[in-house]
């Protein structure tokens, strides 16, 4: 499967945990976007990386949240002190900036979290 | 910000028959504008996108229009299938491409009636 991958795809985890997901782009893509989408309505951007730098990131990625993308390769999303209002599908994109514009982006299938 | 407002909500229709789902944004400076359908415990999947230097664009039974004056623009897919049934999300960005920084609308959830 050459897709974007996501690990894990479901998590439950206990208020005031800190959760670690990541994310495999398709690996000649050098663009990598983390996306939040909760029960009913469209995805929230996060932020995103061109190789290894973070270029931009939304208010939404509040301090407890921390992106990386050490190699230019796969990418983490970590939430310190998990709250309920967490909860929520938290998606990874990957797309290649090519000439003018950037290629298709593909999402993956996405890390469910469950803040309990 | 851009904001994405995305009609209606839900959307029924008979298999065969043709649906149409629009969307309005605000910022002026937005100039890419895709469109994805995500399927029940899938992620999104792109369809179609229109730039803002088109105002219509077709592939198959899907085509995508683009009124830039009046900032909206709309989803057309003809002769329905029951496989065309998921939640249909629109978009907004000025990145000409990609995904960086896309606002979406809230969805429509498309069902096809046998």
């Known amino acids: 499967d050459t897709g974007v991958s996501q690990n894990p795809r479901h998590k439950i985890t206990k208020r005031g945990q800190n959760v670690t997901f990541r994310c495999d782009p398709i690996?000649?893509?050098?663009?990598l976007y983390w996306y939040r989408q909760t029960l009913g309505q469209g995805p929230e951007f996060l932020t995103y990386f061109q190789n290894e730098a973070q270029l931009e990131k939304s208010r939404l990625l509040s301090d407890r949240f921390s992106a990386e993308r050490p190699k230019g390769s796969f990418s983490t999303l970590e939430i310190q002190r998990t709250e309920q209002g967490d909860s929520a599908m938290y998606l990874c994109?990957?797309?290649?900036?090519?000439?003018?514009?950037?290629?298709?982006?593909?999402f993956g299938q996405g890390t469910r979290l469950t803040v309990v | 910000g851009e904001n994405v407002e995305q009609h209606p909500s839900t959307l029924s229709v008979q298999e065969g028959d043709s649906a149409v789902i629009k969307c309005t944004y605000s910022d002026s400076a937005s100039n890419y504008f895709p469109w994805y359908k995500q399927e029940l415990g899938k992620g999104p999947q792109l369809i179609i996108d229109?730039?803002?230097?088109?105002g219509e664009k077709k592939d198959q039974r899907i085509a995508v229009t683009l009124n830039k004056t009046a900032k909206h623009f709309s989803l057309h897919i003809t002769e329905t299938q029951p496989e065309d049934s998921a939640v249909y999300f629109c978009a907004a960005s000025h990145s000409g491409g990609g995904a960086d920084g896309l606002t979406f609308g809230k969805g429509t959830h498309l069902i096809i009636q046998p």
């Open positions: 229109i730039r803002s230097n088109v």
């Open positions: 690996s000649e893509h050098n663009r």
């Open positions: 994109a990957s797309s290649s900036r090519g000439g003018r514009y950037d290629t298709e982006a593909f």
